[in-house]
């Protein structure tokens, strides 16, 4: 297992803890993340489990594949250039001690 931490809207922070392989929209679901709603179920289409990477360990997140970044550009409410669609971001050892910022509105 691998923790990773998210900070909500009103900057609660909730130290998770997430199977290595699942995508980490799954723990922050499971785990009742506040806006992680996650409607289309990870195939990156709605940016409800849209975060902004706050913080992570140097090459543990690849970059985004050109479908995450389009769904991020035209759905995300305020994308920045740390946004990242946690649907998309699949967990590894690596990932241990990132933090992520869960989007606000839609």
Do not use: W
């Amino acid at each position: 297992m691998v923790q990773v931490t998210f900070i909500e809207a009103d900057g609660t922070r909730r130290a998770i803890e997430a199977k290595v392989g699942e995508p980490l929209m799954y723990p922050a679901r499971n785990a009742g993340v506040k806006g992680i709603v996650a409607e289309c179920g990870g195939s990156a289409m709605c940016a409800t489990c849209h975060c902004y990477v706050v913080s992570a360990p140097e090459g543990a997140l690849p970059p985004p594949k050109p479908d995450e970044a389009d769904t991020v550009e035209f759905n995300a409410h305020e994308p920045q250039d740390n946004s990242r669609l946690t649907c998309q971001i699949i967990v590894t050892e690596a990932l241990e001690g990132a933090v992520f910022q869960v989007a606000t509105g839609r």
